[in-house]
């Protein structure tokens, strides 16, 4: 079993750096103007939409009953239209290195709506990695919150931060039925409602991409391919592989290598300098996400190895 172990642990490890590089790719292609943050998302949509169908009609044929079928499609709208939308204009407003701090706090998130929503219990040391974690976040904004440059900074944190809260939403609603069914039959339906909200903000917007024109060169076209293929397919293919190997609560360790290759990529590209604020948030965030993720592994423990009366 050491090999299967060994396989989850680099599933999890390359989706996370999947997820980090494609910031960094998504922004700078928002920043050269070769795409709109509703044009990408649509056509982010679109893509994963046409993969999910397609692997649907070879190799998975599920049918979900009518209460699941309502929280797929809840999940859909949380987690591929407002979490798409927020996350995407978010971005072009924000650097990647706050981007990705701010979605390092979804943990963090998920614990405090499970505690208000679900009334689970929320341990002392739970509170304190919450209470760390927030702190990262409220450093990122009152650094940024005064006007001119930074007053965009500050609306694309705010956009950030209501993604990380639709994301924890639907990771607790999804998680109710995520054992059901496989991936591809949730995320197939979920695609699909997002191509039917998304399309009608996107496709106007269609005209201004200038990676569908003919000044388009081959750079940017490489940039929207690896995000499209590592970014929207495999890295979201390699968790459940992840998640089958190790626990759920060590997979979601390895999120914290989201905001450290964003941040080295964009420091080493010129996307963004790592200043002192930054660095701080950094480690906060982290450390409040590693004691909420730990101190939940331990409760699991103690549940799996408490023996049934």
């Known amino acids: 079993m050491p090999n299967e172990n060994l396989k989850g642990h680099l599933a999890a490890i390359m989706s ?3 997820y980090g590089l494609s910031m960094n790719i998504t922004k700078s292609l928002l920043a050269a103007s070769w795409i709109t943050p509703l044009g990408y998302s649509l056509i982010r949509i679109s893509f994963g939409l046409i993969i999910y169908w397609i692997i ?19 999940a859909g709208f949380l987690g591929m ?23 390092a706090l979804i943990p963090i998130a998920v614990l405090l709506l499970s505690t208000i929503l679900l009334m689970e219990s929320l341990s002392v040391k739970k509170a304190m990695g919450v209470i760390i974690g927030i702190s990262g976040a409220v450093i990122m904004v009152l650094q940024n919150r005064g006007g ?47 191509f039917i909200f998304l399309s009608p903000l996107g496709i106007p917007e269609f005209p201004q991409q200038r990676i569908f024109s003919p000044e388009v060169t081959l ?6 391919g690896f995000v499209l293929i590592f970014g929207c397919v ?21 999120n914290n290598l989201q905001p450290l290759v964003a941040s080295s990529a964009a ?9 002192w604020d930054k ?26 190895n408490t023996p049934k009366s």
């Open 81 to 103: 239209v407002v979490t798409q939308i927020s996350y995407t204009v978010g971005l072009s407003f924000t650097t990647p290195v706050t981007m990705s701090l701010i979605t």
């Open 148 to 194: 001119g440059v930074s007053s965009n900074n500050f609306l694309g944190i705010v956009l950030g931060l209501v993604s990380v809260m639709a994301q924890a939403v639907y990771y607790i609603i999804i998680r109710k039925i995520s054992g059901k069914y496989t991936p591809v039959t949730m995320m197939k339906w979920m695609f699909l409602l997002g």
């Open 279 to 304: 660095f701080l948030a950094l480690i906060l965030v982290i450390s409040g996400v590693i004691i909420v993720t730990q101190s939940k592994s331990r409760e699991d423990n103690k549940k799996e």
């Open 234 to 254: 495999l890295a979201v293919f390699l968790l459940p592989i992840a998640l089958k190997q190790i626990k759920a609560t060590t997979a979601s360790m390895y």
């Open 16 to 18: 996370n750096i999947f």
């Open 219 to 224: 750079l940017p076209l490489l940039q929207i």
């Open 267 to 275: 420091i080493i590209i010129g996307q963004d300098i790592f200043t």
């Open 56 to 74: 649907s009609f070879i190799a998975v044929k599920e049918k979900a009953t009518p209460r699941d079928f309502r929280i797929i499609l809840t």
